[in-house]
């Protein structure tokens, strides 16, 4: 289209800003005057950019040597499933805070290297269980800040390098016991700001090297006992503004809960003695009336905290009762 005097000013700077977009790429057209990409890196951020990212965005670029592509606090509404198709030498994918409504299937399926992927602050309802089933070396996700209100089981278990995984502020309404499947090296995890009534049974299991979990601002109100039995280097748990009771959690280490779990800190988890078979069989003894014994098998701390949940003999604020 040619220029002329007639035409609105907004229609002659927007045919000025962004060439046809058959010719040129992402940088030349949003930073035709700085070194894009720069070390590898294309980082255009806060600049108002609109549309569907496709593949035509990297046309003419040396895809071989990009690494990171950020564009974020832009108004990004759309990604196309080919998008990064000849990105395989990205490692950083950043499209935080647009106005992204879904992820179609397969859109990762050709970044094999990719370590972080930040898609928080967006629209996105839901993603499928196989969106992530091509990223082995992906360490670090961010969702918080979406539309989730489920996440699928197995959905990060293709993920084995996971390190961190952020799923705040959705409407997350309950978690499958399977989700962490595959899953051993997760070390930070957050549900925090979510819907939540419970947390299953044996959820953290896999999670050997688990050391911080967020649960805190949602509507949790009891958790098993023994729900981080097998994490032995957990060191943060965040329950505030969610009323948790710890089933049977009584003497001492309910007190230390209720004295550190206040509103608006995160506080440290029990010490490792507090999970122990034999140290929470004598915590529920000693408020249900059973007898005391220094060890007990699993089967039998089973019973005790059945016992103790349908005796309703815990008061929870109380000292536990002598044997």
Request: hydrophobic share 45%.
């Amino acid at each position: 289209m040619a220029l002329h005097l007639g035409m609105p000013f907004g229609i002659i700077a927007f045919l000025l800003a962004v060439p046809a977009w058959a010719t040129g790429n992402v940088c030349t057209w949003y930073a035709p005057a700085s070194p894009c990409p720069s070390n590898g890196q294309i980082t255009l951020t806060n600049l108002a950019i609109t549309g569907t990212i496709t593949s035509s965005w990297f046309q003419g670029l040396d895809v071989s040597s990009i690494t990171t592509v950020d564009l974020s606090n832009n108004n990004i509404q759309q990604v196309a499933a080919q998008a990064f198709d000849a990105l395989t030498a990205m490692t950083t994918l950043a499209l935080s805070n647009n106005w992204i409504g879904t992820i179609p299937t397969g859109i990762f399926a050709n970044l094999p290297i990719i370590t972080s992927l930040s898609l928080n602050g967006n629209s996105i309802p839901a993603i499928t269980a196989t969106t992530f089933s091509a990223m082995p070396s992906l360490t670090y996700l961010d969702l918080t800040w979406n539309k989730f209100t489920i996440v699928s089981a197995n959905m990060f278990s293709p993920l084995p390098q996971l390190n961190t995984l952020l799923l705040g502020y959705n409407s997350l309404t309950s978690l499958p016991v399977s989700l962490f499947n595959g899953i051993t090296l997760l070390t930070i995890v957050s549900f925090s700001d979510n819907k939540l009534t419970a947390v299953p049974a044996h959820f953290f299991d896999s999670l050997a090297s688990l050391n911080s979990v967020d649960l805190s601002h949602n509507n949790i109100a009891t958790m098993p006992w023994d729900l981080f039995k097998f994490n032995p280097v957990l060191v943060n748990v965040c329950v505030q503004a969610s009323h948790v009771t710890w089933h049977c959690l009584t003497g001492r280490a309910y007190r230390w809960l209720t004295m550190n779990a206040g509103v608006g800190k995160c506080v440290p988890s029990p010490p490792s003695s507090f999970i122990g078979s034999a140290e929470i069989a004598n915590f529920i003894a000693s408020s249900c009336g059973v007898p005391k014994h220094d060890a007990y098998e699993e089967e039998e701390v089973d019973k005790l905290t059945a016992a103790c949940q349908h005796s309703d003999c815990v008061a929870l604020n109380d000292s536990p009762r002598a044997p």
